[in-house]
Protein backbone atom coordinates (compact mmCIF):
# COMPACT_ATOMS: atom_id res chain seq x y z
CA UNK A 1 0.00 0.00 0.00
CA UNK A 2 1.32 3.03 -0.95
CA UNK A 3 1.84 6.21 1.46
CA UNK A 4 -1.22 8.30 -0.47
CA UNK A 5 -3.24 5.15 0.42
CA UNK A 6 -2.01 5.01 4.06
CA UNK A 7 -2.85 8.52 4.25
CA UNK A 8 -6.13 7.99 3.37
CA UNK A 9 -7.30 5.39 5.33
CA UNK A 10 -6.27 6.97 8.58
CA UNK A 11 -8.52 9.52 7.75
CA UNK A 12 -11.26 7.36 6.76
CA UNK A 13 -10.87 5.19 10.48
CA UNK A 14 -10.16 8.82 11.91
CA UNK A 15 -13.59 10.04 10.91
CA UNK A 16 -15.39 7.06 12.05
CA UNK A 17 -13.51 7.23 15.13
CA UNK A 18 -15.00 11.08 15.76
CA UNK A 19 -18.49 10.06 14.11
CA UNK A 20 -19.18 7.99 16.88
CA UNK A 21 -17.69 9.90 19.48
CA UNK A 22 -19.82 12.57 18.55
CA UNK A 23 -22.80 10.54 17.94
CA UNK A 24 -22.11 9.12 21.75
CA UNK A 25 -22.24 11.83 25.24
CA UNK A 26 -19.61 10.97 26.94
CA UNK A 27 -21.01 9.56 30.30
CA UNK A 28 -19.34 9.56 33.92
CA UNK A 29 -16.51 6.70 34.79
CA UNK A 30 -19.05 4.64 37.01
CA UNK A 31 -21.69 4.12 33.85
CA UNK A 32 -21.91 1.13 33.37
CA UNK A 33 -21.21 0.32 29.80
CA UNK A 34 -22.32 -2.41 27.13
CA UNK A 35 -20.89 -3.20 23.91
CA UNK A 36 -23.33 -3.00 20.35
CA UNK A 37 -21.17 -4.82 17.26
CA UNK A 38 -22.24 -5.55 14.00
CA UNK A 39 -20.14 -7.75 11.50
CA UNK A 40 -20.41 -7.40 7.88
CA UNK A 41 -18.44 -8.81 4.70
CA UNK A 42 -17.25 -5.42 3.31
CA UNK A 43 -13.65 -4.59 1.33
CA UNK A 44 -13.04 -8.62 0.55
CA UNK A 45 -12.83 -9.37 4.03
CA UNK A 46 -15.37 -9.84 7.40
CA UNK A 47 -15.28 -6.23 9.14
CA UNK A 48 -16.92 -6.04 12.95
CA UNK A 49 -17.47 -2.92 14.25
CA UNK A 50 -17.77 -2.36 18.28
CA UNK A 51 -19.34 0.73 20.17
CA UNK A 52 -19.67 0.97 23.91
CA UNK A 53 -22.30 2.30 25.35
CA UNK A 54 -23.51 3.26 28.37
CA UNK A 55 -27.82 3.63 29.47
CA UNK A 56 -28.42 6.43 28.09
CA UNK A 57 -28.49 5.32 24.46
CA UNK A 58 -31.04 3.13 23.19
CA UNK A 59 -30.03 -0.39 21.03
CA UNK A 60 -31.84 0.98 18.17
CA UNK A 61 -29.41 4.31 18.55
CA UNK A 62 -26.37 1.97 18.92
CA UNK A 63 -27.52 0.19 15.90
CA UNK A 64 -28.14 3.10 13.46
CA UNK A 65 -24.29 4.78 14.29
CA UNK A 66 -22.87 1.21 13.08
CA UNK A 67 -25.26 1.26 10.14
CA UNK A 68 -23.98 4.64 9.28
CA UNK A 69 -20.66 3.36 9.68
CA UNK A 70 -21.08 0.59 7.66
CA UNK A 71 -22.77 2.61 5.13
CA UNK A 72 -19.59 4.95 4.34
CA UNK A 73 -17.17 1.86 4.43
CA UNK A 74 -19.49 0.77 2.24
CA UNK A 75 -19.38 3.83 -0.24
CA UNK A 76 -15.68 3.39 0.23
CA UNK A 77 -15.68 0.08 -1.30
CA UNK A 78 -17.52 0.50 -4.47
CA UNK A 79 -15.79 3.59 -5.28
CA UNK A 80 -12.36 2.22 -4.78
CA UNK A 81 -12.55 -1.75 -5.31
CA UNK A 82 -10.49 -3.37 -7.80
CA UNK A 83 -12.70 -6.05 -8.33
CA UNK A 84 -15.85 -4.76 -9.07
CA UNK A 85 -15.59 -3.30 -12.64
CA UNK A 86 -18.05 -0.56 -11.81
CA UNK A 87 -15.89 0.74 -9.57
CA UNK A 88 -14.60 4.18 -10.16
CA UNK A 89 -11.15 3.33 -9.98
CA UNK A 90 -11.85 0.57 -12.25
CA UNK A 91 -13.42 2.87 -14.80
CA UNK A 92 -10.63 5.05 -14.37
CA UNK A 93 -8.11 2.48 -14.95
CA UNK A 94 -9.94 1.36 -17.60
CA UNK A 95 -10.05 4.66 -19.37
CA UNK A 96 -6.38 5.26 -18.64
CA UNK A 97 -4.51 7.38 -21.18
CA UNK A 98 -7.96 7.28 -23.29
CA UNK A 99 -10.31 9.53 -21.94
CA UNK A 100 -11.10 11.66 -18.56
CA UNK A 101 -13.37 9.92 -16.14
CA UNK A 102 -15.40 12.25 -12.91
CA UNK A 103 -14.73 10.74 -9.76
CA UNK A 104 -16.17 11.50 -6.23
CA UNK A 105 -13.85 13.64 -4.00
CA UNK A 106 -13.26 10.08 -1.84
CA UNK A 107 -11.67 8.86 -4.88
CA UNK A 108 -9.65 11.88 -6.26
CA UNK A 109 -8.50 12.11 -2.33
CA UNK A 110 -7.38 8.15 -2.53
CA UNK A 111 -5.42 8.83 -5.32
CA UNK A 112 -3.50 11.80 -5.38
Known amino acids: MNNNAQKFFRRISLAITI???IAIPFSNASA???????????????MQLKINVDDSIQDLQAQ??????FEFLAKIDSLLSIYNSESEISRVNA??????VK???ITLESVL
Open 19 to 21: IIL
Open 95 to 100: NSGKSA
Open 32 to 46: KLRAISQERFLMDTI
Open 103 to 105: VDA
Open 64 to 69: NILNSA
